[in-house]
């Protein structure tokens, strides 16, 4: 069986960035993807915009931190997870969200953000999680900022 995403979009804020307190790093950005859709009826073209909430565990949230702007553009592959969690006031809430296990940073950048541009040895990084490491469990969410989407 096969669970694999492959997404290439524009990051629409800051990633936010967490160190959980065994001092594992996470990240979690809000990807844009957009598709133009066509009616033939009406000859008309019409932008679709999906928004995906990634997450980056350990290298790839180092990168994310050094990196990634809103703005950025980024290509990720990863798995998607789903999960459920009971929000303050007690609700059930479900979410889904994409765990990264490559990211490469894209030619596109925030007004203002640094060029990453380089030599070759020294381009943006392009980092891979080993594909054998497990993913860890969805982060949890206690308060409806913490919400994975």
């Known amino acids: 069986m096969i669970n694999k995403v492959i997404l290439v979009g524009n990051v629409g804020a ?8 065994t001092g594992v790093k996470v990240a979690r950005v809000r990807l844009a ?11 008309e ?25 809103k ?6 592959e990863g798995v998607i997870r789903s999960n459920e969690w009971t929000d303050k006031e007690g609700a059930k809430r479900y979410g889904i969200e994409i765990v990264a296990n490559d990211l490469k940073l894209l030619g596109r950048r925030a007004e203002g953000a640094p060029s990453y541009s380089a030599p070759a040895p020294a381009m943006a990084p392009v980092v891979s999680q080993p594909a ?8 949890s969410a206690d308060d409806p900022d913490d919400l994975p989407f």
Do not use: C, M
């Open 14 to 21: 800051d990633p936010e960035i967490r160190t959980l307190e």
């Open 132 to 139: 054998s490491a497990p993913i860890p469990p969805p982060i």
């Open 45 to 69: 073209a019409k932008d679709h915009t999906e928004w995906h909430s990634i997450v980056l565990w350990r290298g790839l949230a180092d990168v994310a931190d050094k990196y990634i702007r």
């Open 33 to 43: 993807t957009t598709e133009r859709i066509f009616n033939r009826q009406t000859q």
């Open 71 to 76: 703005g950025s553009q980024i290509y990720v």
